[in-house]
């Protein structure tokens, strides 16, 4: 929020015009300003009390620009360590008076940074608040605390409302960073390059950034790598790969609206394969590794070759796919897990059937429309795990109540049933019951509101939140709106009661 100071009055100062206003009676001291200081800095943390520390505020990231020149690591038995030089500039809009202003950047070094074409000094973290004097920047490194911090103080200041580019220089060794969980994430070092997913808060690992949803931002890439291997990233090439001196540059271009933790950038020996579409024209491009098995290999044909059938389906209930391309990544190396990055998933050793549906579903339920504060994850995991349940019916498989049967009917221990979806808690994002009981959650919301609402409501919070994030009272506010009904006691049902939901719901 932008307070007052004392403001000009005809070009003299209100406390000048107080002062010559009492001629020979003698000088009066103009009232103190408590109002406090009109530039502050902008807070280290957008507010999610899951990751106190992720994302920034005083001010809104409208775009990033990429240039990235990247080394992955010699052949074995070297260490599994690459090399990693950026420049990223980053354009942003100040949302309040700004005397300093941070950004998230994990285990790189900055060398040099400019605001709106200025050089900033490099300084150590200053001591108990002392004042730092001239535009300068310093980096804090506390992993106990998760709090990964470059700290920039232009000068001149920045005003609310002001547009500035941020140009940051930094390179560091890339390793196998973990996230709140133990789980590979970020810039993930490979042998023959790099995966690259960053859910929940990764994109730090190798660009600076406002590491949340809440600051999503437009994105363009150049990333150099060794002449053979292949940088596949967001959106659509925005010109052909150049190759000299035996390093090849790659270009994307993402114009949507994107939150960070769905960037990639990742690097290998893949096959770059030639662009096809959807019926309803949206281009779909695909790298996939050349190294993978045979049985790999044939598992993920069979299942990219159905992207253009899953596109239809998904569009004909959610409405129109919401970005400009899609595809996928498939590396042979594995983090463990797919990862739903935007208009470009990422695949660990292959791509199933179901692991596809389900993360062509999260581009509408996570990417379009992302988490307000991480503990509304369910909305993306519970969403794509029931649009891949609606998907197998679809092809002739289980149907959607089959499956809601099959999640409901064993029996499982009061831990189980005791976990909140609604709030599972930074060491609960990805829990079993996040995806399962939140597809279930939504498939009795189904059978609760009736098949025409279900769909509208789908159609409509996409449209209504679309590049933008919601909460779980938004996704209520939808459904009541939709179906005309009073749905508090349902979703306390589903979301915050810890036991087992009554078997009240079915087709």
Same mark, same amino acid.
């Not at 150049?242 to 290998?268: C, H, I, K, M, R």
């Not at 899609?326 to 990055?341: F, K, M, P, R």
């Not at 005309?484 to 078997?503: H, N, R, S, T, Y």
């Given at each position: 929020?932008?307070?007052? #100071? ?65 080394? =992955? ?49 490099? &300084? ?6 002392? @004042? ?14 998760? #709090?990964?911090?470059? +700290? ?36 993930? !070092?490979?042998?023959?390059?790099? /995966? ?23 994105? #363009? ?27 090849? !540059? ?57 992207? *253009?059938?899953? /596109? ?32 470009? =998933? ?8 179901? +692991? ?14 992302? *988490?307000?504060?991480?503990?509304? /994850? ?33 029996? $499982? ?20 019951? &996040? ?10 919301? $189904? ?8 769909? @509208? ?5 996409? @449209? ?44």
């Amino acid at each position: 929020m932008r307070t007052t #100071r004392t403001r000009m009055i005809g070009g003299l100062t209100a406390a000048v015009a107080v002062l010559a206003g009492f001629g020979a009676t003698g000088a009066v001291a103009a009232p103190p300003d408590t109002a406090g200081p009109r530039y502050t800095a902008g807070s280290d943390g957008a507010g999610d009390p899951y990751f106190p520390f992720s994302g920034n505020g005083g001010y809104d990231v409208q775009h990033y620009d990429l240039a990235l020149t990247y080394t =992955p690591p010699a052949v074995a038995p070297a260490p599994l360590q690459g090399s990693l030089s950026g420049v990223a500039t980053i354009d942003l809009v100040a949302t309040q008076d700004l005397d300093r202003f941070s950004l998230d950047l994990r285990g790189m070094d900055v060398t040099a940074v400019t605001v709106g074409g200025k050089p900033a000094a490099e &300084v150590g973290v200053p001591a108990g608040g002392a @004042e730092v004097q001239g535009a300068a920047y310093w980096q804090q490194q506390d992993d106990a605390a998760r #709090r990964w911090e470059l +700290t920039v103080q232009p000068r001149p200041k920045i005003k609310s409302g002001q547009t500035v580019q941020v140009v940051v220089e930094y390179s560091g060794t890339t390793v196998r960073p973990l996230d709140v969980e133990g789980a590979l994430y970020g810039w993930v !070092t490979t042998r023959d390059g790099a /995966i690259v997913v960053s859910e929940p808060e990764g994109s730090m690992t190798w660009y600076p950034v406002s590491d949340h949803p809440t600051d999503k931002a437009t994105y #363009r890439f150049a990333i150099t790598v060794p002449e053979g291997k292949v940088a596949v990233a967001n959106g659509l090439p925005y010109k052909p790969a150049e190759t000299a001196g035996g390093l090849t !540059t790659w270009f994307w271009d993402a114009p949507d609206q994107q939150a960070s933790y769905l960037t990639t950038a990742s690097v290998g020996d893949f096959e770059l394969r030639p662009t096809y579409t959807s019926s309803s024209g949206v281009p779909i491009i695909d790298a996939v590794d050349t190294k993978l098995t045979a049985n790999q290999l044939n598992t993920s044909n069979a299942s990219l070759a159905l992207q *253009p059938a899953m /596109i239809d389906f998904f569009e004909s209930r959610f409405g129109s796919y919401p970005f400009v391309a899609y595809g996928a990544i498939v590396d042979n190396d594995s983090v463990g897990y797919a990862l739903e990055t935007q208009t470009r =998933p990422v695949y660990s050793g292959s791509a199933g059937q179901n +692991t596809v549906a389900h993360e062509l579903a999260h581009q509408w339920f996570g990417n379009a429309v992302s *988490p307000h504060r991480w503990q509304d /994850i369910w909305l993306n995991e519970g969403w794509a795990t029931y649009a891949s349940w609606l998907w197998t019916e679809h092809r002739g498989g289980n149907t959607a109540q089959q499956a809601y049967n099959t999640w409901y009917a064993p029996p $499982r221990n009061t831990a189980y049933w005791s976990f909140q979806i609604g709030d599972p808690g930074h060491l609960g994002l990805f829990a079993t019951q &996040v995806y399962n009981r939140g597809a279930a959650t939504l498939h009795a919301l $189904r059978v609760e509101v009736g098949d025409e609402a279900f769909f @509208e409501g789908a159609r409509l919070w996409v @449209e209504r939140f679309d590049d933008g994030t919601a909460t779980s009272a938004d996704f209520q506010a939808v459904y009541e709106e939709v179906s005309g009904e009073d749905l508090d006691e349902f979703f306390q049902i589903w979301l915050w009661d810890q036991v087992k939901p009554p078997a009240t719901w079915t087709l």
